[in-house]
């Protein structure tokens, strides 16, 4: 008799994996909802659009774009975190993924534990840019000017909590130096003071600020990235340039799948994701805007979520930044 239990059991486990099995080589069995928390354009809308169209293409079902902006990527970052763990949804994220947890202490979700990380697709550095009239052109130039007038140079950010103003916040708090920060509703109107000079200092995306240091619009003098970007080799590191060990503040992008999704749906999916990056069609274009392709492993970028969350908490709590 036990026997015969024993046997049913392994029959019964048998046929379930077999089930399983079947179920992961028939995925995706019908379109996949790929959730973008930003608003179409700009960099996140590039990466989203380029690496749905490679997935679409390899898997044989739609990857539709769903872009849930507001709260600063919080809306859909918690729709995603709600969602079945089936793999039929995705959500693309950046380092805001990271900075909202020490911002906001009502997250209605967990932005470590909700989540299955599949992939750490790409890095990007900020520039440090300055108004023609900075009588500054290098780091160390700057870090002695700010010194010798503390608050007396503005510095301009897309907001509170975003990617340039922690960058902003990490530099100011390594060089001993103090700027007065003056936050906009977006990186639109910071621009537009910055060029006219009623701001004098930007931490923000290399698109389209290289362009306008080019046009003579604005200085670039550094790049915030661990090492110079190929969009711009001419631009040392903030480390390299100023003698800061350490100092590294990039603008990353990955994708996540809700906590308990299959492990094989997972592999599948980063597996997919590396070769769309690598494609010449999406590669190139990201280069071009100083997006570095990185495409890790799952357990890779699970380690980089951890470690960019605790390193930008420290940074709010240091600097007493708030959420606007």
């Not at 019908?30 to 749905?52: E, L, W």
């Not at 070769?275 to 274009?285: G, I, T």
Request: glycine share 10%; charged share 15%.
């Amino acid at each position: 008799m036990r026997w015969q239990v024993l046997a049913a059991l392994v029959a019964a486990l048998c046929n379930a994996q077999g089930a399983l099995a079947q179920t992961y080589s028939a995925y995706p069995g019908k379109a996949v909802r790929f959730i973008v928390p930003y608003p179409p354009g700009g960099a996140t809308d590039i990466i989203s659009r380029s690496v749905g169209a490679k997935l679409t293409a390899a898997l044989g079902q739609q990857f539709v774009i769903d872009n849930r902006a507001g709260g600063g990527q919080k809306i859909g970052t918690a729709l995603a975190a709600k969602s079945s763990a089936d793999g039929y949804t995705i959500l693309l994220v950046s380092v805001t993924h990271s900075i909202n947890p020490a911002l906001d202490a009502k997250l209605p979700y967990d932005s470590v534990k909700d989540f299955a990380p599949v992939t750490l697709i790409a890095s990007s550095p900020n520039v440090v840019v300055l108004h023609p009239s900075v009588p500054a052109t290098s780091v160390k130039a700057l870090i002695a000017l700010a010194k010798a007038q503390p608050g007396k140079l503005n510095l301009a950010t897309s907001g509170n909590g975003s990617g340039g103003h922690l960058a902003s916040a990490l530099f100011q708090s390594m060089a001993g130096v103090r700027m007065t920060t003056i936050p906009y509703k977006g990186g639109g109107p910071a621009y537009v003071d910055l060029m006219s000079g009623q701001v004098e200092v930007m931490f923000t995306s290399p698109n389209p600020t290289l362009s306008y240091a080019k046009a003579g619009k604005l200085r670039a003098i550094a790049m915030t990235g661990a090492a110079r970007s190929p969009a711009a080799p001419e631009l040392p590191t903030v480390a390299e340039a100023s003698g800061l060990r350490g100092y590294e503040a990039s603008l990353w992008y990955g994708i996540l799948a809700p906590a308990g999704t299959p492990r094989e749906i997972v592999q599948l999916l980063h597996g997919q994701t590396v070769k769309a990056v690598h494609a010449r069609d999406v590669r190139e274009p990201l280069t071009a805007f100083a997006i570095e392709v990185i495409a890790s492993s799952p357990d890779e970028f699970g380690t980089h979520l951890k470690n960019e969350t605790e390193k930008w908490a420290k940074v709010i709590k240091d600097a007493g930044i708030r959420a606007d």
